[in-house]
Structure formats: structure tokens, C-alpha cells
């Protein structure tokens, strides 16, 4: 049985876990762990030494625990999340989510009523001819010949494009489209070896195999690329009014439409962006932001890329974010909608917690910092 939850724990890690073996891994996992850890005040004015002795508790708890009595996996300790209310030191109260990993079969009463599950791997795939294949569904293997393109599924549950060998590129490329709903993730490799991870509500239209000349791609919604080095093609992405131009380099780009900007953040290597007749160079750490309502200049900052990138790593991860921006990443990761009634709660947080726990789970750390929330009918009811 050690083996067994040692492979269900990597299998959650990287997404591939099955709903029947969330369900297994989340009732052994969830057993007695309701409690959370609550860490005095003049504990918290430094945030390693709040996962410090969060993680020497943990691993107290379970020597401790004559049904778990294998090693905590270094990778796995570190799922634990902390949210931090913003606004002064006083009062933080830091929970362990380690020990609240996903809560995907647990029944609690103390979860809220219409609680619900967090998203995971759905996407569909419309093919050149119109054939739209449910990615859910379909097991590894072959999916589809489109010319001299194979598609594939892979063991990781990713989808890949390769060259069939010998054949010459068509003269008018084959387009296809993935589609991610709300409450879905997932991951694809192009033709050129180029890796797009896709973030809920998005969507990534791009050729079977890329003419000579060019690689060209246009997304919606939030995409990760690490593109594959070809300097003499270059890569270019299409967001809206925004194109990013590169010759292989990681990169993330959020342009859903009801944010106020398309911001592209830069990983490594260097990006040009180009909009409203502008253009502006990236290096590593800058983020662009163009409005997506206006012309105007392209801005430029400094961030952290942790930030940017948490959601490709199974985490929500905020910087002095306000109520509205974390109730539309909720609202996409758990398919629901958002009411507010009453004035718009004006305050902001820092902190994370995973993305594979329930909703309750989210909205019982916003709470503690004086937000209220209800779930009814698949809608987040926010109020003062």
C-alpha cells in the first residue's frame, strides 16, 4: 500500500491522476487531517521560519501516525501553502496544506454546502476537417494522421505533433485548435518540439507542421511556451491585438479578455512585442502590459516569475492581489461564476495555496481575513 499511495502522490503532482484514483488517494490522504496550524503573531515576520516549523510539524505528525509510516518525499512536503493577509502582521493564521492536499472525496461538514472540486485535465481538439476529439476521453496512443503529421497522446496525458519522416512540408499549412474550458488545463508539443502548457478558458489555433519560413500561433485565455530554439524561423504568437516575436525562449502570456491588460512575462532568452504600432524589448523578470481596451504605450516591470508561472505548478499564487483578480482565476479554475453583493471588498493579499484543493478550502482562507462567501448554484456569492 506504500507503493501504491507513493504512486497515486506523483501521478496527483503531475496531474495525471484519474478520478477514481483522486477519490483513493484523497480518502487516505484527508483521514484525520481537519485541523489547521495556527501560528502566533510574533511567529510571522518571517515567512521561512512559518514553513519551517510547519514542515517540522508535519513531519512530527506522521512519525507520530501509525498508518503512514513511510518518509515525506521532499517534492511532495513542499506542496504545503501559506496565505498571508497583506495588511499588517497581526493575526496571520498559516494552514497546511500538505496535509489538506485536495479534499477531492472528503465529506466534511465543515466544508461549505455546493462545495466544489477543483479543475484538472479537459480540453477538446478540433481537427482540420471539423473532427472535434474530447482529450479526456481517448487513450494514449495515435489519434490522428493529418498529412505528413502524427498526432499523438502521450504517457503524460500530453498532446503531441510529430513529423512523419520522409515527407516534404504542404505548401498550405493544417490548422488545428485545443480548446480548454473553464475549469480545465492542458499541455501540448508542436511540430517543432515547442511545449504550450494552457491555462483554463484558452485556447492555442496553430499548423500541424509550420511552413519553412515561419511559426505562427494565436491563443485566447493564458499560455506558457517554451519554444524550441531555430534561429533562422522565428516564432511568433498572436494574442489579441499583441504579437510576440521569438527565435526560442520561455515565456508566459495571460490575454484574457476581462482583464484590463495582455501581460507577457519573459523567462529566459529575449521577446519582442509589438502592438499599436509599438514595440519594446524584453529581458528576463520584465513583464509588458498593453491595455486591452486602449491604445497606448507598452508598460514595462520587473516581477516575480514564481508569481506568473504558479499556475503551471499546480498553485494560485498571489502578490498584494485584490478580491476581484483572485475571484476571476476561481471563477475560470472552478467553472463558477461570480456575484458580489454589496461594495466590492478593497483589500489585498499575498500568499498561495494549491490549485488541487476545493473551493471551500480557497474561500475558507479568504474568510479568515474578514471576507464572507457563500456557493449556491455554482456561483461564489461575495460579501463585506
Known sequence: MEDRYQELAKKWLDKTITPAEQEEFAAWYNAGQDAPVEIPSEFAE?????????FNKINHDIKADNKRRFGIPVWLRYAAAVLLCAGGFAGYRVYNHYKKVSQLASRNNHQLKNDVLPGGNKATLTLANGKVINLNDVKNGVLANQGQTVLKKDKDGRIVYENADGKKVDSAAVFNTINIPKGGQFQVVLSDGSKVWLNSASSLTFPTVFPKNERKVTITGEAYFEVAKNKHVPFRV???KQTVEVLGTHFNINGYTDESAIKTTLIEGSVKISADAQSAILKPEEQSEISTYKTGKIGINTVDT??????????????????????RQASRWYNVDIKYEGEVPHRRFTGSISRNVNLSELLRMLKYTGINFRIADKTIIVTP
Open 238 to 240: 498572436i494574442t489579441g
Open 306 to 327: 514564481d508569481d506568473v508561472l504558479a499556475w503551471t505548478t499546480g498553485n494560485f499564487q498571489f502578490e498584494k492581489a485584490e478580491i476581484p483578480l483572485i475571484m
Open 46 to 54: 518571517n515567512e521561512e521560519i512559518l514553513r519551517q516549523r510547519i
